[in-house]
């Protein structure tokens, strides 16, 4: 399976990206009037939301109810160039009445450990980690 995505230069540090279905998002590398997510910025975005589906996915499968799902990711990078990152840490907040501890951290283990496809691409150099907690109300 093939995924391409088209990128258009608008000036110096802005560009847009299209997708085959000619959806659009704004990718800027300003420092300051930041207008848009940076590059890396869109990883962290890229990582927590394709575990976020399948999350969902699984909890709705287990016929638990989810009231609501965010996420926080906070990503450190080297110093040096290649300024990649070195940690990740995604944190999910899920509100639930009826999802268990266990089986919220199986799910999320599952998620991000073997489904998510961006989290797979990551090198093995770079040390991600999640957590979760859980609303009942």
């Given at each position: ?30 420092q300051d009037d930041k207008q848009a997510m940076s590059p890396t910025e869109l ?95």
């Amino acid at each position: 399976m093939e995924t391409t995505i088209d990128l258009h230069f608008k000036e110096e540090e802005a560009y847009y990206a299209t997708n085959t279905s000619g959806n659009r998002i704004e990718i800027d590398m300003y420092q300051d009037d930041k207008q848009a997510m940076s590059p890396t910025e869109l990883l962290l975005s890229g990582v927590i939301a394709c575990a976020a589906v399948d999350i969902a996915a699984m909890i709705r499968k287990r016929r638990k109810t989810l009231i609501d799902l965010k996420g926080k990711a906070t990503g450190t990078r080297r110093n040096e160039h290649p300024r990649k990152f070195t940690d990740i840490h995604i944190q999910y907040d899920i509100c639930s009445p009826d999802l268990s501890e266990e089986e919220a951290a199986k799910i999320i283990d599952l998620a991000v450990e073997k489904y998510c496809s961006v989290a797979a691409t990551l090198n093995e150099t770079t040390n991600l980690t999640h957590g979760f907690s859980i609303k009942k109300d």
